[in-house]
Nanobody, 121 residues
Framework: QVQLVESGGGLEQAGGSLRLSCAVS????????MAWYRQAPGKQREMVAS???????NYVDSVKGRFTISRDNAKKAVYLQMNSLKPEDTAVYYC???????????????WGQGTQVTVSS
């Protein structure tokens, strides 16, 4: 069984920082790309940042220069450092991982349960 568990959300003032963590539990799998998504009330879920297995990162334009995604393959974890937070960053943030389980033909996308980030003005 593979599970993704996020932590690190909370309430922060505009201009502040938060760091999200996502740990992948389970065994006998390979982590491919990993990503952070977010969903604000009344809006569609959007990808915030992604990182490939070789640590190549991509960001949505609205967070470039403020957010940094990183991964630790030994710890089976992905992180999102969020600086210079804005009220519009308020959303539920979800961790996402493309996982190849040994013996399976295709990889599967797994999601975490989400963590709330609220930025006050």
């Amino acid at each position: 069984q593979v599970q993704l568990v996020e932590s690190g959300g909370g309430l922060e003032q505009a201009g502040g920082s938060l760091r999200l963590s996502c740990a992948v539990s389970g065994s006998t799998f390979i982590l491919n790309s990993m990503a952070w998504y977010r969903q604000a009330p009344g809006k569609q879920r959007e990808m915030v940042a992604s990182v490939s297995s070789d640590s190549s990162a991509n960001y949505v334009d609205s967070v470039k220069g403020r957010f940094t995604i990183s991964r630790d393959n030994a710890k089976k974890a992905v992180y999102l450092q969020m600086n210079s937070l804005k009220p519009e960053d308020t959303a539920v943030y979800y961790c996402n991982a493309d996982i190849q389980r040994l013996g399976w033909v295709a990889s599967v996308i797994y999601w975490g349960q989400g963590t709330q980030v609220t930025v006050s003005s």
